[in-house]
């Protein structure tokens, strides 16, 4: 069964923690995304990664990081330089990594709750 | 930078009407455009998109969307609303950047509501 997971569902953080996002791809995909939701605000991309070993800021880097060490995972930390990391987070992959006109499949998300 | 504007909060349709959810874009080259649908607490689901070719494009679900570039618009549509069509919608662009895939740049969302 393929697919992207995401884990885990709900996360509780305290102010000044790090805390980090597990994503995993059995899709075989090249590239791999990590967005944010806030109501009303749609999904803004924090991260992407078109190859192993390699990644690149997107719109909101700032207060977060992430490593590409396998093709198939993909984390995100949260630092506690984030300002507001309340949100629903989403993780996406896509096939080729060549082509900006593939469609991204998207895991169910972690919700962070900061305390 | 590119924008997609989805000016619609929400969109109230009755069941077996035909159902319109609007998106704008803005973008300096040729656009690719995508519509997705997220359930409560769910991820994204990826419902058709535009690359090149024919104007309207046909997707999951019996959704099809019109590509009109002089109106730089991408609307979906669905000639006849169903309950379970009840949803968030999501409105994405990206564009050729030659050397990858560079993520989409979302709109804002629209929740569409089908009254039985």
């Known amino acids: 069964d393929g697919g992207i997971t995401q884990s885990p569902k709900y996360l509780f953080r305290k102010e000044g923690q790090n805390v980090t996002l597990s994503c995993e791809q059995n899709l075989n995909h090249d590239a791999m995304y990590w967005y944010r939701q806030d109501p009303g605000q749609g999904l803004r991309l924090i991260y992407y990664s078109q190859i192993v070993n390699d990644f690149q800021k997107g719109d909101i880097a700032e207060g977060y990081s992430v490593s590409r060490e396998k093709k198939e995972s993909f984390p995100l930390t949260v630092t506690s330089a984030q300002k507001n990391p309340t949100a629903f987070y989403l993780c996406?992959?896509?096939?080729?990594?060549?082509?900006?006109?593939?469609?991204?499949?998207f895991g169910p998300g972690t919700r962070l709750t900061v305390l | 930078a590119q924008s997609v504007a989805q000016p619609e909060d929400q969109v109230n349709v009755a069941e077996g009407n035909p159902l319109t959810v609007k998106c704008t874009y803005s973008?300096?080259?040729?656009?690719?455009l995508f519509w997705y649908v997220q359930y409560p607490n769910r991820g994204l689901q990826f419902l058709l998109k535009?690359?090149?070719?024919?104007?309207l494009v046909k997707g999951s679900y019996g959704f099809e969307a019109e590509f009109n570039k002089s109106q730089t618009s991408f609307h979906l549509k669905k000639p006849s609303a169903l309950v379970s069509d009840s949803a968030l919608y999501f409105c994405a662009v990206s564009l050729y950047s030659g050397g990858g895939a560079d993520g989409l740049t979302f709109g804002k969302g629209t929740h569409l509501i089908i009254q039985p």
């Open positions: 535009y690359i090149t070719g024919d104007n």
């Open positions: 973008v300096s080259g040729n656009p690719y």
């Open positions: 996406a992959s896509s096939r080729q990594a060549g082509g900006s006109y593939n469609e991204q499949f």
